[in-house]
């Protein structure tokens, strides 16, 4: 592997701290998720509106807000690491002039297929489930980042419950999905471009083991 000397000397990066806050959230929300799921079933095995009953719709309510919460900076982060981690691969390799003025225009996904294929003349796999997370991350920070109200169907229970429970479901995947996206597009600029330094801490077998081994 090549040596930061090679690459023009240190630089201030951000990416490793961006997803060392993704790993941290990520526990805390499987925690949360956890706690929740004990919670809705003892809330199904108390009297409805009784005192216990209310304490522990409390403690649901608090918990449902930190399992939304560490989610969502999950999904965030993930971006922020990935967006980081491509600015500084593509100006280590080329300088960041060249970057500035020809690449940094281009979308977060475009410069995950034309910074690679401008350095090692090969690009990543656009029909494989690196780039496909790479897409839906994306889509779903730029969703939470620039996020738009909607009509709530009142009218409708039913339609209501469904699409509350859509929404968790789709965001539990989102979140599963954010961790997937930062290992398995790294795993594969390490095997397009092993003598970069910028993968080599995306390694899982530089993380230990923790909870978000399950996304590698």
């Not at 079933?41 to 209310?54: A, F, G, K, T």
């Not at 409390?58 to 399992?67: D, T």
């Not at 029909?127 to 790479?134: K, S």
Request: aromatic residues 12%.
């Amino acid at each position: 592997m090549e040596k930061l000397e090679d690459y023009g000397g240190p630089r201030f990066v951000n990416d490793t701290f961006y997803f060392g806050i993704c790993k941290e959230q990520i526990e805390q929300h499987e925690t949360a998720d956890a706690r929740k799921k004990e919670l809705e079933e003892e809330l199904q095995s108390v009297e409805y509106e009784s005192p216990e009953y209310w304490g522990i719709e409390k403690e649901l309510s608090e918990v449902s807000e930190e399992w939304w919460r560490s989610g969502t900076i999950v999904i965030v982060f993930a971006a922020m690491c990935l967006e980081a981690l491509i600015y500084d691969y593509g100006a280590r390799n080329t300088s960041d002039n060249y970057f500035d003025r020809y690449l940094d225009h281009l979308s977060p996904v475009a410069k995950w297929v034309v910074v690679p294929q401008i350095i090692t003349g090969d690009s990543i796999n656009r029909d494989g489930q690196a780039f496909e997370l790479l897409q839906k991350l994306f889509r779903k920070r730029n969703e939470l980042v620039h996020s738009k109200s909607e009509q709530v169907p009142l009218d409708d229970k039913e339609a209501l419950v469904d699409r509350i429970e859509g929404n968790k479901s789709d965001f539990e995947e989102a979140v599963a999905d954010a961790m997937r996206a930062v290992f398995k597009v790294t795993s594969e600029m390490r095997s397009m471009h092993p003598e970069s330094i910028n993968f080599a801490w995306y390694d899982p077998g530089e993380h230990g083991n923790g909870p978000y081994q399950k996304y590698t």
